[in-house]
């Protein structure tokens, strides 16, 4: 986990857990970009995903975490970038099996809808995970196969 490079975005709506998700992972020495928003004045959640999901999509960071209000907004507008699988975790169940199963490399979290320690927790988990391959590499390679 401490090799990992983590780009970290949210919206005003998600502003406050990403200071204390920014806390976590300088207290762990992860290396991280912050890619705002740095106030809590509204603006607009896809211009933040758009941001993070190209990190992820171009290999410039490991991996992504996206924090609005509900962690909709975010998963839905990262998701539209090609390699990026964006997960909205509300519980650590779904935080591992995102990792193991999936290979999540984008995980949104929705400040309005779960407590901060539980948002810390799913980042804890969701950062230690590994993806398992096997059978499951064969299904996450389906996903971008050509489209009709
Ligand atoms: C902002 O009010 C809110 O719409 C946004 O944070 C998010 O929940 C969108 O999905």
Redesign the pocket.
Known sequence: MENLKVAIGS????FNYKESIIDYLKARNIEFVDVGTYTRE?CD?PEIAQKVARLVATGEVDRGILV???????S?AANKVRNIRAALCGDTYSARVSRAHNNANILCL???VIGEHLALDIVDIWLKTGFEGGRHKRRVDMIEMPRA
């Open positions: 919206d005003h709506g998600g509204s959640y609005c209000g509900t962690g909709i907004g975010m839905i929705g400040e309005r």
